[in-house]
């Protein structure tokens, strides 16, 4: 399956900002199930300072604000060719260590409610076990957007039982690391069966399977991964996938729009 995926963000300021600086991760990389036929960043209002590769192996660019800048425009844009692995990613590769995976953060740090959830995992191999657990999450922490913000840890999303992709994969993470598997959060776009525009990239985890290597699992569609997901950047949690990090200097308050079309070719 071939994509053409289109990330348009917008800044507004109601003030000039004499200086901002942007790290972003958007931008996919081909590898054994995903192709990258094409893909260009455009930046108005900016400079693309340089790209680079972070420890995860995830592609960044450096964005600077030209000075007293009032609107900056970031595109992203390409096409992708998709195979089908059932949600395998395949073996660890890459010089960061497989026991980091282990490694609780803030984010996913468990507690009584990580604790009660795996309780409730059964399941006769490592797969059965993980699938299993993206159900009982999925039942315990309702889809629904506005309930969370973006420093919500999984202990905080168990607790309210409501938050979105990026709160299921925390919570995952939280408890597949203590279950004893090493997990990691990505981040990327998914083609979505009913509408073309979105409003923000998505999230699932991965989790190592000694059998299998990585396997994705997407909570809060209660499945793998299939050829609709295009992976862009991974890391402990949301904070080392983020699709933008940043600062800007001055006290201008800002307007952001962001638009996500996701289309088969």
């Not at 059964?122 to 699938?131: M, W």
């Amino acid at each position: 399956m071939r994509l053409k995926i289109i990330h348009t963000t917008r800044y507004e300021f109601d003030a000039p900002v004499p200086y901002g600086l942007q790290q972003l991760r958007k931008t996919p990389k081909s590898y054994r199930a995903q192709n990258i036929i094409n893909w260009q960043t455009t930046v108005t209002g900016g400079i693309k300072e340089l790209e680079f590769e972070d420890q995860h192996r995830n592609t960044v660019d450096l964005i600077s604000f030209a000075t007293g800048t009032t609107e900056l425009v970031i595109r992203n844009e390409g096409e992708v060719e998709l195979t089908d692995t059932h949600g395998v990613v395949g073996p660890h590769e890459g010089a960061v260590p497989l026991w980091l995976f282990d490694r609780q953060t803030p984010l996913t740090r468990p507690g009584k409610g990580v604790r009660e959830l795996i309780k409730q995992v059964g399941g006769d191999t490592e797969l059965d076990r993980l699938h299993t657990l993206s159900a009982v999450i999925g039942a315990a922490v309702t889809y629904d957007k506005g309930k969370t913000e973006t420093g919500c840890t999984a202990e905080e999303a168990i607790e309210l039982g409501h938050g979105v992709c990026q709160d299921h994969a925390h919570v995952f993470i939280a408890c597949a690391r203590q279950m004893g598997f090493p997990a990691r959060y990505v981040s990327g776009y998914l083609m979505m069966d009913d509408t073309v525009e979105q409003d923000a990239m998505h999230a699932w985890v991965e989790a190592y399977v000694s059998a299998l290597g990585w396997v994705g699992f997407d909570v809060s569609n209660g499945m793998s991964p299939d050829r609709r997901y295009v992976r862009v950047a991974t890391g402990l949690d949301y904070s080392e996938a983020a699709p933008v990090r940043g600062t800007t200097l001055g006290g201008a308050g800002e307007n952001l729009t962001v638009s996500v079309q996701v289309a088969q070719q």
